[in-house]
Structures are given as structure tokens and as C-alpha cells.
DNA sequence: CGCCCGCTTGAGCTCGCTCAACAACAGTGG
DNA sequence: CCACTGTTGTTGAGCGAGCTCAAGCGGGCG
């Protein structure tokens, strides 16, 4: 049936890292090189230390998992370094990758007590990781911070509702086309080449996210490829050959 | 093609009132029946006034248009009464419903300084309306707001989350199931009666919002009845016959 | 009364899914 | 060093769920 999930899917699941993930002491927010990208910034410079006193540091080897969705969630993170994917899996194997996470993201916003996705290192990954409790009591004392936070919200909630419209209604290239611009652009601020994309992704997180099978997303790839619009001998480092090609396909009669 | 849009959506659009609402005072926060829903509620008692003082009150009629994509954003909502709907229209015809608000729900939570969706009342509505400014004042005097609009907006993220999943992975049935499951959730603290659900939005709305066709839902629908789930003889009021077997749709193998 | 709109049902088609095979590559152990 | 294995990406063949197109019915409104 259509949407069926693959068995191998719930079968074996990913081979799987220890969870324990590597932690050490925070170095501090002044030399931080993605303090800019991050909510952080919405404190201000002298009051980093406030955030610094109650900041752990995190190392995850890719493959690693952060979170597993269900557990109670107990500290909220800043990713400084890597890219990790946010997964939730329905019982009988169906897999939805709900979003990709970039270096400066922010981890936490969400209203549950427990954790509503999966978290795993797709590369690895560094985080700043703050208790929750310590977080709530520094956005009591730094209104700065909670405004910060809503802000980071709102933006969240614009991208994810434009999501819906992608899931709803767009055709597979249109997606792909979607997904990739909207990575380059993510990317690009982030020291990332223009014209160019890193997936380091595999092809079945790209179709979980954009609710395609890893086939049809393969195909997308050949015909944007056969079409000149991207190229790429690395399937995990993309060169947006025509962006406008893209972009035509990605807001179709914009 | 699959996820083409029907021509008439596009040639006519709605049968269109007015857009400027009527307009009231605001009659005071003190006697709001649906103050303990909304946001408002995170204001103390003592401090309404200065939400009174900055309120006005908008009415409605069924299909009228509150905003339209694009344009400016003014102020914020919260809906006291009545039933909205947020569309994102692409430009050959393609339509999201990216949500149904209810009695409670506040509108105005992005990023962006222009409406990002067109609201339309399905019913006749009841708004308190706050300029955008003023409310940005209200949120830096009473952090109880501010910290009250990020709860929402988390809230928020959750549900539009929980949508992805839908709208990536599962079948009519399921999103149909899930979706009568979630508004009668919605309507029950709202004074809904236990089993059943009001459905004033029309069958294209249900479709446009679970990225399916009219013709879909219809015999979804038709099928949920024939399998006696869900009994009605006016398509707009739904009973829920066998809410379990609803769930176990909207949440296979849980 | 007649028209239009909203909902439903039927018939047939198509796009994306399923199933299957293969190539390239990395890791592993003999 | 190479055989073996498992993972990832790609491609082909065929199928079926959901879409398109079409028709009919009932109710509200001018």
C-alpha cells in the first residue's frame, strides 16, 4: 500500500552509537564562533556569563543520538558545530524527518515535557547544552532572552507551515528543488560555498523529509541533473548549476 | 497531474464580502468567556486594563476576509468567537489550509512582518484586535505576556509538527480519522459536546487542508460511515460513533 | 422556478510507490 | 592482499491508490 513504510525500516533500525555522548566543561561564549547565529545573541555581551555558568559542552560522533523521542527532556542545546536530523517513527516503520539542524539552531522549543523526536548526529557534532530548569530561570531574569526565544519561535513556526504547503501540494521535483535552495540558503551565511549544497544526508533522510520514498527522490536527482539544473559527482555535495531553474520550480508561476 | 490544482479555483476565487470589518470598542476583558483559552489569560487580572486600553473588537460575517496574504500586519487576534481558516494560495490554484482556528486561539505569531496566510471567516466571528505596536509595548512591560506568547507559540510548533507527519506519511483514512479526532479535542474545552464535531468548513477546506482532494475526503467520509466510525445525516455535524477505532486509525500501532 | 453551490458517487488514468536488481564503496577478517 | 558483507545510491518494470473528469442530487437563494 501506498505510504507503507519499509520493513527493514523497523526491522533493524540504525546501527546505533552509545548514547552517552562525550561531555566536557563550556569554554565560554566570547570566542564563540556561532554565537551570531544563535538565540545566545539576543543576550547581551556582558551577560553571557550568566549563560556560560550553567552551560555544558557536547561532543556526538556522527551517528550518534542526542535524544530518543518519548524521553523526558531535561536540557535544551545550541548547535555550534555539525548537522544533526530530527526524527519521529510511527510504530509500524513510517519515518518522518521533520527537520535538518544547522550550526546556531536552537533545540528545546517545544511545549511537551518529553522529547517529540528522535535527535541524531548526522555528522559530528558539538553543542552547548543548558539544563532546562537553569534556562527557565535565566529567561525570568533576562526578559532579553525570552524574547529572543519567541522570536526564534515565530521564525520556526514560518518555516514549518511553509513546510505544509510542500508536503501538501508540491510535486517531487518542486520538493527537491525547495529543499535544495532552502539549504543552500541556510548554509550560505554559515561559511557555506555559493552555488553549492552539502547533503550529508542520505537519500532516505531527504525523502522522509519531504515525504517521497528514496526512489523517487533518486529520480528527482537524475532529471535535475539530465535537465543541467544541478551537478554533482558526490551525492552528497551538490552544485546548483541553475538556481533559477530551481527557484522557477520551487515557487511554480512566481 | 497529480497535485494540479482545479482551473475554477483559480478563475473565480470566493464569492467576497467586504473586507473591512465592523468595528467596536472593546467592552472590557472582565466578563470574556473565553479570556481562561487565550493568551490573555498569562496577563494577571490586575493588569487587563492595559490590554483593555489598547483592544478593539472586530465582528465578522461568515466569509468575510480578516487579512490577506501579503499584506502588512497591523495587529494581532485573539478570536472570541467563530470559526477562521489561514490559505496560502499558490499562483496556479494549488491551496493550503494550513489551520482551522478556534475560540481561543491567538493569531499573530511570526516572524514576518506581512500576513503570510489570507484569513477567512467560516462562521461568523467575534475578534479583540491589538495593534502590533502596542502589543510589542504590553510584551516589554508584563513578561507574564511575553512568556505567555512563547508557551503558545511552542504550543503551536507541536501541532504544525504533528501535521508534518500527516501530510508526509499517512493514507485519506488516516488524516480524515486524525483530523476529526484533533477538532473534537479542540471543541470539547470550548463547550463541544462529548462525540460529536462541528465541521462548518466546507468538504474543499477539509481536502485543501489534508492535502487531499474533495473527492478523497467525500469517500473517505462515506467510508468511515459504511464501517460505522462516524454517523451524520447534516455532512457539517459529525458523530463520532466508535472514537476508538478513530484512534487507532489516526495512530496506527499505538 | 431555475440556478448555483456543495457533497457524493462512478469510471478511468497516471504518477509515485513497490519490488527487484545492480554498481560502487567501505569496512572486516582471513 | 583479496573475498565477503553490508550500506548507499541508482535504475527498471509493473501496479495501485488517489487523482481527474464527469454526472447527479439536494438545498438555498435570487
Redesign the pocket.
Known amino acids: 500500500?501506498?505510504?507503507?513504510?519499509?520493513l527493514h525500516a523497523v526491522a533493524?533500525g540504525?546501527?546505533r552509537l552509545p548514547d552517552v555522548p562525550h561531555r566536557e566543561p563550556h569554554t565560554g561564549c566570547r570566542g564563540c564562533l556561532t554565537r551570531h547565529l544563535a538565540v545566545c545573541a539576543s543576550l547581551p555581551a556582558e551577560d553571557t556569563h550568566d549563560l556560560e555558568a550553567v552551560a555544558g559542552r557536547l561532543r556526538l560522533p556522527a551517528g550518534a543520538t542526542l535524544a530518543r523521542e518519548g524521553a523526558p527532556r531535561r536540557e535544551v542545546y545550541t548547535l555550534t558545530a555539525g548537522m544533526l536530523r530530527q526524527v519521529r517513527l510511527l510504530p509500524d516503520g513510517r519515518r518522518l524527518v521533520a527537520g535538518f539542524l544547522l550550526t546556531g539552531d536552537f533545540i528545546g522549543l517545544t511545549g511537551s515535557a518529553r522529547h517529540r523526536h528522535t535527535i541524531e548526529a548526522i555528522t559530528d557534532t558539538v553543542l552547548c547544552a543548558f539544563p532546562l530548569q537553569d534556562m527557565r530561570a535565566l529567561c525570568a531574569r533576562h526578559p532579553a532572552l525570552e524574547s529572543g526565544l519567541l522570536g526564534h519561535a515565530c521564525e520556526e513556526l514560518d518555516a514549518t507551515r511553509a513546510n505544509l504547503m510542500t508536503l501538501a501540494r508540491m510535486?517531487?521535483l518542486e520538493r527537491l528543488a525547495g529543499f535544495l535552495l532552502h539549504m543552500a540558503d541556510r548554509q550560505h551565511p554559515r561559511g557555506g560555498a555559493r552555488g553549492w549544497v552539502d547533503l550529508p544526508m542520505?537519500?532516505?533522510d531527504i525523502a522522509d523529509h519531504l515525504?517521497?520514498?528514496?526512489?523517487?527522490?533518486?529520480?528527482s536527482?537524475?532529471r535535475l541533473r539530465r535537465d543541467d539544473a544541478v551537478r554533482?559527482d558526490d551525492?552528497?555535495r551538490i552544485a546548483l548549476h541553475a538556481p533559477d531553474r530551481l527557484r522557477a520550480l520551487a515557487a511554480p508561476g512566481a
Open positions: 500500500m501506498r505510504t507503507r513504510a519499509r533493524e540504525p546501527r510535486t517531487p542520505t537519500r532516505v515525504g517521497l520514498t528514496v526512489e523517487t527522490v533518486s529520480r536527482f537524475t554533482f551525492p552528497h
